[in-house]
């Protein structure tokens, strides 16, 4: 079966830097357009980076200059280098396989309802 295994999450002080990681298996990982979302409490799960099959990249505008997605594909991990955080980065951070056949502009804005597969969340706490 599908599986997005997340790592990398937890506390940091404002300006501070991590890196979450999403290994996937029990589908074709080259075929999918991958994402990072997250959801603060009381919010709704907002795309926050995404790859597509040719490794164009979308970010929110919240994070651009501060966050860079990538992947290695012979490893099937998703990866998300989060510099500079601040408190309003604090949420849940999942790594979503959006969809095939998708491109990284469609994938990010994609309601949760709507992706296919979903990892179980690591969390990110920036305090100031």
């Known amino acids: 079966q599908v599986q997005l295994v997340e790592s990398g999450g937890g506390s940091v002080q404002a300006g501070g830097s991590l890196r979450l990681s999403c290994a996937a298996s029990g589908y074709t990982y080259s075929s999918y357009c991958m994402g990072w979302f997250r959801q603060a409490p009381g919010k709704e799960r907002e795309g926050v980076a995404t790859?597509?099959?040719?490794?164009?990249?979308s970010y929110v505008d919240s994070v651009k200059g501060r966050f860079t997605i990538s992947q290695d594909n012979a490893k099937n991990t998703l990866y998300l280098q989060m510099n500079s955080l601040k408190p309003e980065d604090t949420a849940m951070y999942y790594c979503?396989?959006?969809?095939?056949?998708?491109?990284?502009?469609?994938?990010?804005?994609?309601?949760?309802?709507?992706?296919?597969?979903w990892g179980q969340g690591t969390q990110v706490t920036v305090s100031s």
């Open positions: 979503a396989a959006v969809g095939p056949r998708m491109t990284a502009i469609q994938a990010l804005g994609v309601k949760a309802p709507f992706v296919d597969y």
């Open positions: 790859i597509d099959r040719d490794g164009s990249t």
